[in-house]
């Protein structure tokens, strides 16, 4: 009987298989929990992969950056996944992290500080930790170079002005914008915040190198100085 097997995708029916449906159809045509399918290639004993990746994708409310966020301990908790179908499901929702990634880079003009937002989120606002970057711009506002600062705690990070401002004139940048991430999700500009800007802002005036913004990026959100007129 089929409940004393893996529901693999060869024996479902012809409606049901996930991967004649991509290229009868194409990947358009795909749920999320069709594509995950995909990925883990069999369910348990008796849940076929699609219920079971309905299963998992409802644990997290449907939300695909949830998902991503899920440790390789968390997906195996799920019967059915184990070690190589939870490194799968990681990997490739890794690679669709860096693939939008790749894609807002391309938006190299800076003109607002939602921009500022768009390439940046992909790479820190999901982050669990801080991290502190520097873009730095040409006379055109184009993004020339861009640099991890520093990684920290949850709690905070360690900027160092000097190096920042070694890389805009190796780089020949006109200004700078600063950005870090607030993992707690909060978007309020802390005291230490401030103070760092207005070091930098200086520092940058006595060197002629203009700090536009600093921005801080959350998830779903971002706060920028200059929006919010604190410079």
């Known amino acids: 009987m089929m ?124 982050l669990p930790h801080e991290e502190f970057w520097v873009l730095y711009l040409n006379n055109s506002n184009k993004i020339i170079f861009k640099s991890q600062l520093s990684k920290g705690g949850i709690t905070g990070t360690v900027v160092d002005v000097r190096l920042i401002f070694k890389t805009a004139l190796e780089q020949g940048a006109i200004s700078i914008i600063l950005t870090h991430n607030h993992p707690s999700g909060k978007l309020l500009a802390s005291d230490a915040d401030k103070d760092i800007t207005k070091k930098l802002k200086m520092a940058g005036d006595q060197l002629d190198i203009k700090v536009l913004d600093h921005i801080i990026i959350t998830e779903s959100g971002y706060f920028s100085f200059q929006d919010e007129g604190i410079f």
């Not at 097997?5 to 012809?14: D, M, T």
């Not at 009868?24 to 929990?33: I, M, Q, T, V, Y």
């Not at 179908?85 to 894609?103: D, F, H, M, V």
């Open 3 to 126: 409940s004393e097997h893996n529901f693999s995708i060869k024996h479902w029916a012809e409606d049901d298989k996930p991967r004649e449906k991509l290229m009868l159809k194409g990947k358009a045509a795909l749920s999320d929990a069709e594509l995950v399918a995909i990925l883990i290639g069999s369910g348990s004993r008796n849940e076929s992969a699609v219920d079971l990746s309905k299963r998992v994708l409802a644990s997290v409310d449907n939300n695909l950056n949830a998902l991503g966020k899920l440790s390789l301990k968390q997906l195996m908790e799920f019967k059915g996944i184990g070690e190589a179908k939870a490194i799968t499901i990681a990997a490739a929702l890794e690679l669709g992290r860096r693939r939008r990634a790749e894609e807002t880079l391309e938006l190299k003009k800076i003109t607002s500080s939602k921009a500022v937002f768009e390439i940046m989120q992909p790479i820190i606002g999901e």
